[in-house]
Nanobody, 116 residues
Framework: QVQLVESGGGLVQPGGSLRLSCAAS????????MSWYRQAPGKERELVAI????????NYADSVRGRFTISRDNAKNTAYLQMNSLKPEDTAVYYC?????????WGQGTQVTVSS
């Protein structure tokens, strides 16, 4: 079955960096675009970044463009989100997402807290 497992979250000070990973299994990873979403307390889940199946194209939410970088390693079936210059407003649970065969698949999420 499809599984997405995020890791790499934690507590970081403003201005710091974190790298999130999303280990995928149960489908042909290299054939699907992957996305990162986040959900802050009391807010709706929002799209953060998306990457095409071979990594040739990426797109970002305006709020993270220039600070976050999405990437993938198809040999390792893993997607990444490098987050730099973190701000308190980046505090959220971050989710990995893939859509395939008309269904949505989400990871369990990893908490990112930006605070001094």
């Amino acid at each position: 079955q499809v599984q997405l497992v995020e890791s790499g979250g934690g507590l970081v000070q403003p201005g710091g960096s974190l790298r999130l990973s999303c280990a995928a299994s149960g489908f042909t990873f290299s054939m699907y675009r992957m996305s990162w979403y986040r959900q802050a307390p009391g807010k709706e889940r929002e799209l953060v970044a998306i990457i095409t199946s071979r990594g040739g194209s990426t797109n970002y939410a305006d709020s993270v463009r220039g600070r976050f970088t999405i990437s993938r390693d198809n040999a390792k079936n893993t997607a990444y989100l490098q987050m730099n210059s973190l701000k308190p407003e980046d505090t959220a649970v971050y989710y990995c997402y893939v859509g395939l065969a008309g269904r949505d698949y989400w990871g369990q999420g990893t908490q990112v807290t930006v605070s001094s």
